[in-house]
């Protein structure tokens, strides 16, 4: 069975607080990006959901980036936050289009992120799936669907999302419910709910429970404990995993993740 990766991250790479905190003081700001590359395994990048890059951007961001680590894209605004998901195809072409393939082996997963108060519709979010294409200029693609309301935890969602080989993500939320069912052949988390109090963001009990669970969902295995919404269990198989420290106090994020960048290696 081929081992599987575990990448940990945060959003972005720019931040103010970062600056000196994560940082080091006096490091110029164009070239924060090579240093959390080359510190964090995965950034998951928050800018493309507001607009669209060119594509010497993201060829830039993958020139600067160390071999191995990846950027997960949160997809533009315009495909998810809209009444009639289905429409969204052209929409779709457009980001897909903008460029992002020159990233090559760096290109991570898609978020693609939907607004809190979109509810679950079978026909109009099935019709949403099935415009995700698997290939963009000849690179695969990875879908992760980050859904936030609680009519999604249904056996049906788990079992549309399954069938067409999407992750749904699996946030660790104060305000949203989570969903922990393993959809698609990687893992996607986001750890939402840091303190600002805690230096890490997540005490080390926390922290020690999510590299464990890390280390269960990349050898194929889902953990008990956790909130499904189906109890079909997955296919037993190695699945990337991404963990990123985002939102919640934002300015512990970085502290979180190299904290657990650090547990994996033991």
């Known amino acids: 069975m081929t081992k599987a990766s575990i ?17 080091p003081e006096g490091l110029a700001h164009k070239r924060e990006l090579e240093f959390a590359s080359h510190v964090m395994t995965a950034i998951e990048v928050n800018g493309t959901y507001y607009s669209r890059q060119k ?12 071999d191995g680590f990846v950027f997960a894209l949160k997809a533009s605004r315009y495909c998810t936050n809209r009444k009639i998901l289905a429409e969204a195809g052209e929409s779709i072409d457009k980001f897909l289009g903008q460029g992002i393939t020159e990233l090559g082996d760096k290109l991570g997963p898609i978020l ?14 099935g019709a949403f799936l099935k415009l995700l294409p698997a ?26 999302a399954r069938a067409a080989g999407v ?12 969903l922990a069912d393993i959809t698609g052949d990687f893992v996607y988390a986001r750890l939402e709910n840091a303190w600002e109090d805690v230096a890490t963001g997540y005490t080390d009990v926390e922290l020690d429970r ?16 956790l ?21 919640g106090a934002k300015v512990r994020a970085p502290a979180g993740a190299l904290a657990m960048i650090e547990r994996l290696k033991r």
């Open 7 to 23: 990448r940990v991250g945060i959003g972005g790479w720019t931040y103010e607080p970062w600056r000196g905190t994560f940082f």
């Open 55 to 66: 594509p010497a951007t993201f060829a830039t961001w993958a020139k600067t980036a160390p």
């Open 112 to 125: 693609w992120q939907f607004m809190a108060t979109k509810k679950f519709d079978a026909g109009d979010f």
């Open 135 to 160: 290939k963009q200029d000849g690179i695969a693609l990875r879908h992760a669907v980050h859904v936030r309301h609680e009519s999604f935890a249904v056996p049906e969602f788990v079992a549309m």
């Open 167 to 178: 992750t749904i993500v699996y946030a660790d939320s104060a305000e949203y419910p989570a």
């Open 210 to 225: 999510w590299t464990d669970l890390a280390r269960d969902w990349a050898a194929g295995t889902a953990p008990d404990g």
């Open 227 to 247: 909130p499904y919404a189906d109890t079909a269990k997955p296919t037993k198989a190695t699945r990337d995993t991404f963990v990123f420290f985002i939102n």
